[in-house]
Antibody, heavy 117, light 107 residues
Framework: QVQLVQSGSELKKPGASVKVSCKAS????????MNWVRQAPGQGLEWMGW????????TYAQGFTGHFVFSLDTSVSTAYLQINSLKAEDTAVYYCARELVGWFDPWGQGTLVTVSS | EIVMTQSPATLSVSPGERATLSCRASQSVSSNLAWYQQKPGQAPRLLIY???TRATGIPARFSGSGSGTEFTLTISSLQSEDFAVYYC?????????FGQGTKVEIK
């Protein structure tokens, strides 16, 4: 079945970097774009952007340019989200989600990134 | 950016009753609207896309309607597993945007 499996929770200090992985299975990885969505504690869903899994070209939503980086390793059907220079306000659950024709299905299980000194 | 506004923020419903959730777009999104369900500690799950098409495996008690700027998600007879937060999302324009969510709680 189509599935996205994300890497586990991370606890990082301010200023550090983190790389979250999202491994796809059950479909041809390069046929669908991959999106990233953030959910801060107790808050709603915020679209971060997407990456073209054919070209590797990323597109970032406003507010997510700068220290967020989307990348791929198509040989292992995996997308990555790297966050550099972490700040406390980056504490959130980060989801990857396959995009069909605009909607997202399925979603990864989420990765909690906690930034604390 | 298209702003999606959901109402009410919280809906208290008894099991077996009907629930009606609203989503309004700040400009027309045609039928390019999806609904998701999120339970505590879980990822969102796609319920409806293209405003009214149920996703695979979604029970018939979930239905979506509307077009343009006004949309509705109806749960015809609430089951215990339906108590959750529901989000709408437009994919007519970039950036993709979500509503702030409606929490459906047990009355």
């Amino acid at each position: 079945q189509v599935q996205l499996v994300q890497s586990g929770s991370e606890l990082k200090k301010p200023g550090a970097s983190v790389k979250v992985s999202c491994k796809a299975s059950g479909y041809t990885f390069t046929n669908y774009a991959m999106n990233w969505v953030r959910q801060a504690p107790g808050q709603g869903l915020e679209w971060m952007g997407w990456i073209n899994t054919n070209s590797g070209n990323p597109t970032y939503a406003q507010g997510f340019t700068g220290h967020f980086v989307f990348s791929l390793d198509t040989s292992v059907s995996t997308a990555y989200l790297q966050i550099n220079s972490l700040k406390a306000e980056d504490t959130a659950v980060y989801y990857c989600a396959r995009e069909l024709v605009g909607w997202f299905d399925p979603w990864g299980q989420g990765t909690l990134v906690t930034v604390s000194s | 950016e298209i702003v999606m506004t959901q109402s009410p923020a919280t809906l208290s419903v008894s099991p077996g009753e009907r629930a009606t959730l609203s989503c309004r777009a700040s400009q027309s999104v045609s039928s390019n609207l999806a609904w998701y369900q999120q339970k505590p500690g879980q990822a969102p799950r796609l319920l409806i896309y293209d405003a009214s098409t149920r996703a695979t495996g979604i029970p018939a008690r979930f239905s979506g309607s509307g077009s343009g700027t006004e949309f509705t998600l109806t749960i015809s007879s609430l089951q215990s597993e339906d108590f959750a937060v529901y989000y709408c999302q437009q994919y007519s324009n970039w950036p993709r945007t979500f509503g702030q969510g409606t929490k459906v709680e047990i009355k």
